[in-house]
Nanobody
Framework: VQLQASGGGLVQPGGSLRLSCEAS????????VGWFRQAPGKQRELVAS???????YYTDSVKGRFTIARDNAKKTVNLQMNRLKPEDTAVYYC??????????WGQGTQVTVSS
């Protein structure tokens, strides 16, 4: 299983970015898919997730600003991030989760929110 994350970059506060994660080598539709982030000196945290039935979860700090969506046919999951704040700066990782012994991580993509 391979995950390829893309879409990170430098954006000003209030701007938008769209992260994408494309999977290969597996049946994508059976996995819960999540986006995590890790800022310097902090633990990795779950930002948003979407399960096989389409139910979503967002951490409180991104509710109303971020939207997660999956396309099972294309084996992709996107994270639309709007009204970005400096505290959103982190390396963002996508993860496929089926069980503790069947989870896969992407390589991470840097998001920097700064003026």
């Amino acid at each position: 299983v391979q995950l390829q994350a893309s879409g990170g970059g430098l954006v000003q506060p209030g701007g938008s970015l769209r992260l994408s994660c494309e999977a290969s080598g597996t049946i994508f539709s059976i996995y819960e898919v999540g986006w995590f982030r890790q800022a310097p000196g902090k633990q990795r945290e779950l930002v948003a997730s979407i399960n096989p039935d389409g139910m979503t979860y967002y951490t409180d700090s991104v509710k109303g600003r971020f939207t997660i969506a999956r396309d099972n046919a294309k084996k992709t999951v996107n994270l639309q991030m709007n009204r970005l704040k400096p505290e959103d700066t982190a390396v963002y990782y996508c993860r496929l989760y089926y069980s503790d012994s069947a989870q896969y991580w992407g390589q991470g993509t840097q998001v920097t929110v700064s003026s």
